[in-house]
């Protein structure tokens, strides 16, 4: 039987989708587990729910990949009581470890809401709420013959990427100055003696999440004893980064037939919606799950529609006549989520066991 480390699984699923740019309020990461434990196989689900605990054990899974966290609010007592401390108890019980996704997904541009785009082939695509404070700018300095050296490691551990562009840097030629104490093993020049050495001022951005690569691989290839270096914290919005996305249907579609296109592409009961408004549907945002908080930005956007989900009596005022407001339901929503994630880990670990959860975890039915 092939196994494979579990913290090894981890660092797969962190370049799916990096914790690091999961919302404040979420609990995504390994919820039940041993990051040393060797894992026999992957149960891919929508919701760790006890028969999908179930199925794992009867499956050979040992981990599972959910989307939705089922420890979201914190557990105080492992009674049995509720359909999450069953969950949790089953999974402990058969020693089979809970990840989970959620917004670290979320936020990834070829994550949840983009899934939507593509099941409703729109182009043009872009985030629709791009993410602030999630990126830094690497500055350091060394020797000009060795700057080409230092730059394809820094780049490799996920320095100098931007949007579709990597390799990015900038740099400016001066002159560097030291004095070496006793001790010292300089690069160049000797014991107590002043140095100048031609030196390279590098300029890199990264995202936070690569902030300990990057610096590992400074540290390890940069030629001086000592580095200097420094990381400032940017302001910018990173616009390949953030919750949902906008774009464009090829052909516009009359609302009513675009309503009933968006049911059957997202195989929902029924589809609550705002007023029509007589005009043609072109542009199109969409966020999946919970996404009341987005109609201002998918306005501001010029979208003609607005597809998410949970959204109450008060939210569709919002639409104001501006905009279209389509909730698919919170499942439906997310429904291509799953197999996009098996999808991911299936390329990543050849020859090894991801399964994809035949259990239908939507609590909402139809009538």
Avoid: W
């Avoid at 587990?33 to 899974?61: F, P, R, S, Y």
């Avoid at 020049?189 to 999440?209: D, F, Y």
Wanted: with cysteine; net charge neutral; proline share 3%.
């Amino acid at each position: 039987m092939t196994t494979r480390p579990l913290h090894e699984i981890l660092d797969i699923l962190d370049e799916l989708a990096p914790l690091a740019y999961a919302e404040d309020f979420d609990n995504v990461g390994l919820l039940v587990g041993n990051q040393n434990q060797n894992i026999t196989g992957i149960l891919v689900t929508h919701d760790a729910l006890e028969n999908v605990v179930t199925e794992a054990v009867d499956k050979k899974c040992n981990l599972i990949v959910c989307f939705h966290p089922i420890i979201f609010s914190g557990l105080k007592k492992l009674t049995g009581k509720t359909y999450v401390e069953r969950a949790v108890i089953k999974a402990i019980k058969n020693d089979i470890a809970i990840y989970a996704v959620h917004t670290a997904l979320d936020n990834m541009p070829d994550g949840v809401s983009h899934t939507m785009c593509e099941a409703l082939g729109l182009s043009n695509t872009k985030v629709l709420i791009p993410k602030k404070n999630q990126l830094q700018k690497l500055v350091t300095y060394v020797p000009a013959a060795h700057k080409e050296n230092l730059l394809s490691h820094v780049y490799a551990a996920g320095a100098g990427h931007i949007g579709k562009y990597k390799d990015c840097s900038f740099s400016l030629s001066g002159n560097g100055t030291y004095t070496p104490l006793t001790g010292a093993q300089p690069h160049s020049g000797s014991v107590g003696q002043a140095s100048l050495e031609p030196e390279e001022q590098i300029h890199l951005i990264l995202g936070k999440h690569k902030q300990s690569a990057v610096l590992k691989a400074l540290f390890t290839h940069h030629p001086y004893e000592e580095v200097s270096y420094e990381i400032t914290n940017l302001e910018n919005e990173n616009q390949h980064l953030g919750l949902g996305m906008i774009g464009e249907l090829d052909k516009e579609q009359d609302e009513q037939a675009f309503l009933n296109h968006i049911k059957s592409v997202f195989k929902t009961g029924g589809v609550r919606h705002s007023a029509l408004l007589g005009k043609k549907i072109k542009k199109v945002a969409v966020l999946g799950g919970s996404g009341a908080f987005a109609i201002a930005a998918a306005k501001a956007q010029g979208a003609d529609v607005y597809i998410t989900a949970d959204l109450k009596y008060h939210d569709y005022y919002q639409a104001e006549n501006k905009i279209l407001l389509a909730d698919v339901g919170h499942f439906e929503s997310e429904r291509f989520t799953k197999s996009h994630i098996a999808r991911y880990l299936t390329k990543k670990l050849t020859n090894f066991a991801v399964i994809l959860s035949s259990k239908n975890t939507n609590p909402i039915n139809y009538s």
